[in-house]
């Protein structure tokens, strides 16, 4: 709804990038941990059969229970689970300390404490929080763990909790090796004179900014379907965001869009027969559950002579290909592209 490039450059509007350099590197956390997953997608991979492994196998159902229900007697760790379950939401720094003392002192898997997260978090998203979750056990950054400490969290929670009895060693769970980042994939050629279907999904709402008011678009539909999200409190955000799109649509190209409950391949095609559309184009979905729904319905729709045309946004076609090793060497070109993009001086 919001593009990281229109956040950036709304700051640096009122702001020298030297004042506001803290800010638009978290912002670029996003960008960095998305473009790192794109060249990785086995990482994804991983993570889903980790994640069914562990769930199937997992000897203390009981363990994962008490923790999500925020019933282990951990100050500050019980609270936190009760605040995900009750908000959808908890501060950075309590889901670093979370996730720390699930890993390192609870002994838990770190797969289903992702899972967690992405079944109640309302910002849940694939690459921010799988990628977190690997970092502070030591897997992203191999061998560098994060380790939360009652000090730390003493301090930053003014003095509102200080658990005890937090692991003091951090054990790294074992994992496969890492692949080395791939070519990010190739997007296909996008012809905007010719008749298009526009398909909105919930990894980019702001089909505006994508596509503009040149684009042929004979019809449109924005695409609500339950199992490409993740809890309840994601579902919730994304059915009001998805009508905000939908009225958006409407009123930008003209073209008052349907409503896609899933993305059945029949419905798609009449839909975009019926509008004489030669094509059905969509704002680049990044690895996670719309990207591998689309990676099904795409050789389908093109076996009916009408392509699936998946268009990258300029901001992560610039970024994403620096986001090879580590967020420090990708940090460190940020002032200079954002320069040749034209958001600061």
């Not at 993570?47 to 069914?52: A, G, I, K, T, V």
């Not at 559950?289 to 389908?300: E, F, N």
Request: net charge neutral.
């Amino acid at each position: 709804m919001i593009t990281k490039q229109e956040v950036v450059g709304a700051t640096l509007g009122q702001h020298s990038l030297l004042a506001a350099e803290k800010y638009v590197q978290e912002v670029l956390w996003r960008t960095y941990w998305k473009g790192w997953l794109e060249m990785r997608p086995s990482v994804w991979k991983q993570y889903l059969q980790e994640r069914d492994r562990q769930l199937n196998s997992f000897p203390n159902i009981q363990a994962i229970r008490s923790a999500e229900a925020g019933e282990t007697g951990i100050e500050g760790f019980d609270d936190w689970a009760r605040e995900l379950l009750e908000t959808g939401y908890l501060h950075n720094h309590a889901r670093m300390w979370f996730a720390s003392i699930w890993i390192f002192t609870l002994r838990l898997p770190w797969a289903l404490g992702a899972d967690f997260f992405l079944r109640h978090l309302v910002d849940a998203d694939t690459a921010s929080n799988i990628l977190s979750w690997r970092w502070v056990a030591g897997l992203q950054t191999v061998g560098k763990t994060y380790l939360a400490s009652a000090d730390n969290i003493a301090r930053f929670t003014n003095g509102r909790f200080a658990p005890k009895g937090l692991a003091t060693i951090a054990t790294m769970p074992a994992e496969m090796p890492l692949c080395a980042a791939q070519p990010l994939p190739q997007v296909s050629y996008f012809d905007a004179k010719k008749p298009a279907f526009l398909m909105v999904t919930p990894e980019d709402l702001h089909p505006e900014s994508v596509f503009g008011a040149t684009a042929q678009i004979n019809g449109a539909g924005v695409l609500f379907d339950p199992d490409t999200l993740w809890g309840d409190n994601a579902r919730s955000f994304v059915a009001e965001a998805a009508r905000d799109a939908a009225a958006r649509v409407g009123n930008y190209f003209n073209c008052p869009p349907k409503w896609l409950n899933n993305l059945d391949v029949a419905s798609l095609l009449a839909q975009a027969r019926e509008a004489g559309a030669e094509q059905i184009i969509t704002a680049y979905a990044p690895v996670g559950p719309v990207a591998d729904a689309l990676a099904r319905i795409a050789p389908l729709l093109a076996s009916e002579g009408v392509p699936l045309v998946q268009v990258r946004r300029a901001w992560d076609a610039n970024f994403w290909p620096h986001a090879t090793k580590g967020f420090f060497p990708f940090k460190e070109r940020i002032p200079k592209m954002l320069k040749e993009m034209g958001l600061s001086s």
